[in-house]
C-alpha cells in the first residue's frame, strides 16, 4: 500500500526565509509524487509532481521539490518566503499517472505560516 | 473555461437525514472523483466514476453512494448522516492531464 508522511504538522518561517516541508512516502512501486496547496476555505491547487522524469521538479510560485529515491522522500522547498504563502500544503502520491485510473493518497498536511 | 463546480457551498443536516452534494466536471473532463476532508486532515479517496460507471472506492460504506450522468456531471450521496461525516467534500475531474479540484462543499451534521 502507497502513503506519503508529512514531518511536521505547523512550520513556520520568517518573510524572506527558506521553506523547507517535509515529505516521505511509501511505495512498492515507482510512485508519482505531488505537493498541493489549499488557501482557506478553497479547494487544492496543483503546485509540482513528478513523474519519473527529472528529479528536481520545478513548480509555480517558486517551489521546487527534489526526489530522492534512497531516501523516499520528495521534500517542498522555495528560496524566499512570502506572506502569501501562508497556507495548508499538501504531498500526495499515486502509483500510476493520474489520468482517469488512479486515486491520490495524501499525507495529513502542513500548515506554513509566515511571520512579518 | 470554468473549472470543477461544486454545490452547495456549504451545507447544514441533522444527524440521520440523507445528503446529495453535485459536481460539475471542468469541460472536456471525463472521470470524477470524490474526496473526503475531514477538518485538520488530508483528503480521503471516496469512489471515482468513469463512463457512468463506479471504478474505484476507497474505504467508505455502503452509505456513500454515487452517480455519473452523460454529461460526466456527478453526484455524492450520503444516507443515515453521523456526526463524524462533517467534513469538506472534495470533487476532483480529470482526463490524460490530471486532476482538478473543486473548492468542496462543506457539510456539517448536528
Known amino acids: 500500500a502507497q502513503s506519503v508522511t508529512q514531518l511536521g504538522s505547523h512550520v513556520s518561517v520568517s518573510e524572506g526565509a527558506l521553506v523547507l516541508l517535509r515529505c516521505n512516502y511509501s511505495s512498492s512501486v515507482p510512485p508519482y509524487l505531488f505537493w498541493y496547496v489549499q488557501y482557506p476555505n478553497q479547494g487544492l491547487q496543483l503546485l509540482l509532481k513528478?513523474?519519473?522524469?527529472?528529479?528536481l521538479v520545478k513548480g509555480i510560485n517558486g517551489f521546487e521539490a527534489e526526489f530522492k529515491k534512497s531516501e523516499t522522500s520528495f521534500h517542498l522547498t522555495k528560496p524566499s518566503a512570502h506572506m502569501s504563502d501562508a497556507a495548508e500544503y499538501f504531498c500526495?502520491?499515486?502509483?500510476?499517472?493520474?489520468?482517469?485510473?488512479?486515486?491520490?493518497?495524501f499525507g495529513s498536511g502542513t500548515r506554513l505560516s509566515i511571520r512579518p | 473555461d470554468a473549472g470543477v463546480t461544486q454545490s452547495p457551498t456549504h451545507l447544514i443536516k441533522t444527524r440521520g437525514q440523507q445528503v446529495t452534494l453535485r459536481c460539475s466536471p471542468k469541460?472536456?473532463?471525463?472521470?470524477v472523483s470524490w474526496y473526503q476532508q475531514a477538518l485538520g486532515q488530508g483528503p480521503q479517496f471516496i469512489f471515482q466514476?468513469?463512463?457512468?460507471?463506479?471504478?474505484q472506492r476507497g474505504n467508505f460504506p455502503d452509505r456513500f453512494s454515487g452517480h455519473q450522468f452523460p454529461n460526466y456531471s456527478s453526484e455524492l450521496n450520503v444516507n443515515a448522516l453521523l456526526l463524524g461525516d462533517s467534513a469538506l467534500y472534495l470533487c476532483a475531474s480529470s482526463v490524460s492531464a490530471g486532476y482538478t479540484f473543486g473548492s468542496g462543499t462543506r457539510l456539517t451534521v448536528v
Open positions: 466514476y468513469y463512463e457512468e460507471e463506479e471504478r
Open positions: 513528478y513523474t519519473s522524469a527529472a528529479t
Open positions: 469541460s472536456g473532463h471525463d472521470t
Open positions: 500526495a502520491v499515486s502509483d500510476t499517472n493520474p489520468s482517469s485510473a488512479s486515486k491520490i493518497i
